[in-house]
């Protein structure tokens, strides 16, 4: 099976902008996670979507949205980008949400806002 | 929510010594504590996980202690490599949730 794929995988933005970031996950999985990578900060959940639906949120604010299309393919947007912004944003997928399974991630997109 | 706290944030050890990363979580009904290592520039990796049922799972080199009274898991990794060299993430679930918490992470060095 291919792994999770995320495009795309470098971008640069400047303050203020907006930008999608896409995730394909595994096949067969309909759970999708994201997360917020910094140095130092470790994985900050920002949500999770199951069958089109969010269904987890972390605590970020209202500029990070997402969605989750049919096939289990996800976006995330984020709006009026910050420099604090930076980070690697990876999504992860599993089977299925109600039960301890492994997260695949994806190799990340790095987004930099200068 | 969740919160998961790990120790140390940096380890450096000789190749062939032993490694000892701890995690703290905070709520008593979690019941499944995964360890992730990402290499450097890679995606993170799911290496061992233990449930609340055990005190203890070993896959070669590497283990995983449970205290569930103290809220306390551990990764322990003996005969260190080069190849070990990465940063370790320790996770627990939510209440009530199947959602991962994962902690701040440990950059281990493997120095040869």
């Known amino acids: 099976k291919a792994g999770v794929t995320q495009t795309p995988r470098y971008l640069i933005k400047t303050r203020g902008q907006q930008v999608t970031l896409s995730c394909s996950p595994i096949?067969?999985?309909?759970?999708v996670s994201w997360y917020q990578q910094t140095p130092g900060q470790g994985l900050q959940f920002l949500f999770e979507?199951?069958?089109?639906?969010?269904?987890n949120k972390g605590n970020f604010p209202g500029r990070f949205s997402g969605r989750q299309f049919s096939n289990s393919r996800s976006e995330m947007n984020v709006s009026t980008l910050e420099l604090g912004d930076s980070a690697l944003y990876l999504c992860?997928?599993?089977?299925?949400?109600?039960?301890?399974?492994?997260?695949?991630f994806g190799p990340g997109t790095r987004l930099t806002v200068l | 929510g969740e919160n998961v706290e790990q120790h140390p944030s940096t380890l450096s050890v000789q190749e062939g010594d032993s490694a000892v990363i701890k995690c703290t979580y905070s709520d008593s009904a979690s019941n499944y504590f995964p360890w992730y290592k990402q290499e450097l520039g890679k995606r993170p990796q799911l290496i061992i996980d233990i449930r609340s049922n055990v005190g203890e799972k070993k896959d070669q080199r590497i283990a995983v202690t449970l205290n569930k009274t103290a809220k306390h898991f551990s990764l322990h990794i003996t005969e260190t490599q080069p190849e070990d060299s990465a940063v370790y993430f320790c996770?627990?679930?939510?209440?009530?949730?199947?959602?991962?918490?994962f902690g701040k992470g440990t950059k281990l060095s493997v120095i040869p």
């Open positions: 979507y199951f069958s089109e639906t969010q269904r």
């Open positions: 996770a627990a679930p939510g209440a009530g949730s199947y959602q991962l918490t």
């Open positions: 992860a997928s599993r089977p299925g949400r109600n039960s301890y399974n492994e997260q695949f």
């Open positions: 096949s067969g999985h309909r759970s």
